[in-house]
């Protein structure tokens, strides 16, 4: 753990240096994953890059502090140490004023519930795209969606929106309906917050064409993830992701 809290220190430093934002890494969890959920993968693929069949997995959120304030984007799982990570870097789940979501997997809304089944954030608007929110809540009418987000008042958005002062939504479904990413910037500083785009970064950053199991549209989720890996490389944009090693952030140029 000692050298992903450096890493993360690294990662936080390296951005407010040079803009007017700093970035915080979060870490719920970390663990592995087996390869048998990747889709599109061959034997080989898969054994050159995961010769013992595990993958590193892990579930992460990030802060991101601007001059308006601090932003979550995505809460972790349930029963989840997002709130004791903010709690580490000096803010109370009380003072968390914005989250905005990627999409409504449970390891991405989850920690929206504290262990009481109160809001862990109390003072907080939840924003999230109108396609995620209509898939789960009108479409498939998940209640644990629903009772988390009853919790909060909801603001919802359409790509290509302005979601907050410098936050715009990029259109990167596939994944879910309306996974969304967050182009982030502050006085010339940029950083895209891209949610589930990269699971398993080893593989998936020499393959963009390897989906995972859990995708709802796998095909869609490739054409986003190769139109995301091409935008931030052409404009040499930093990319953080809930699913990559710590600290999480990653350059494709």
């Known amino acids: 753990m000692t050298r992903f809290i450096l890493a993360v220190l690294i990662a936080a430093l390296s951005f407010s240096s040079a803009s007017a934002f700093e970035i915080v890494t979060l870490i719920d969890r970390t663990g592995t994953a087996k390869t048998d959920i990747l889709l599109g993968a061959s ?11 595990e993958m590193p997995s ?3 959120a990030f802060l991101v502090k601007t001059k308006g304030g601090g932003i979550l984007f995505d809460t972790g799982l349930p ?3 997002i709130a004791e990570e903010l709690t580490k870097n000096g803010l109370a789940p009380e003072d968390v004023r914005t989250i905005l979501l990627t999409h409504l997997h449970g390891d991405h ?11 862990a954030f109390p003072n907080a608007e939840v ?44 259109d990167t479904t596939g994944h879910t309906p309306g996974h969304v990413s967050y182009l982030v910037e502050d006085e010339g500083g940029k950083i895209i917050i891209a949610g589930d785009i ?4 080893t593989i998936q950053l ?13 095909e869609k989720a490739v054409q986003s993830r190769k ?27």
């Open 43 to 53: 034997e080989a693929e898969t054994a050159k890059y995961y010769p013992d069949g």
């Open 58 to 60: 892990q579930v992460l």
């Open 79 to 81: 029963d989840g140490r």
């Open 109 to 119: 809304y989850g920690g929206l519930v504290n262990a009481e089944g109160k809001a």
């Open 127 to 170: 924003y999230v795209s109108k396609p995620e929110y209509d898939y789960w809540v009108n479409e498939l009418k998940d209640k644990k969606v629903i009772s988390a987000l009853s919790l909060y008042d909801v603001r919802q958005f359409i790509f290509g929106d302005e979601v907050v002062d410098g936050v715009r939504a990029i």
């Open 198 to 201: 990269i699971h398993f970064q």
């Open 206 to 218: 020499a393959n963009p064409e390897v989906a995972v199991k859990y995708d709802v549209d796998p």
């Open 227 to 253: 139109f995301l890996f091409g935008y931030a490389a052409q404009k040499k944009i930093p990319v953080a992701g809930m699913h990559i090693i710590p600290p999480g952030i990653i350059n494709l140029h």
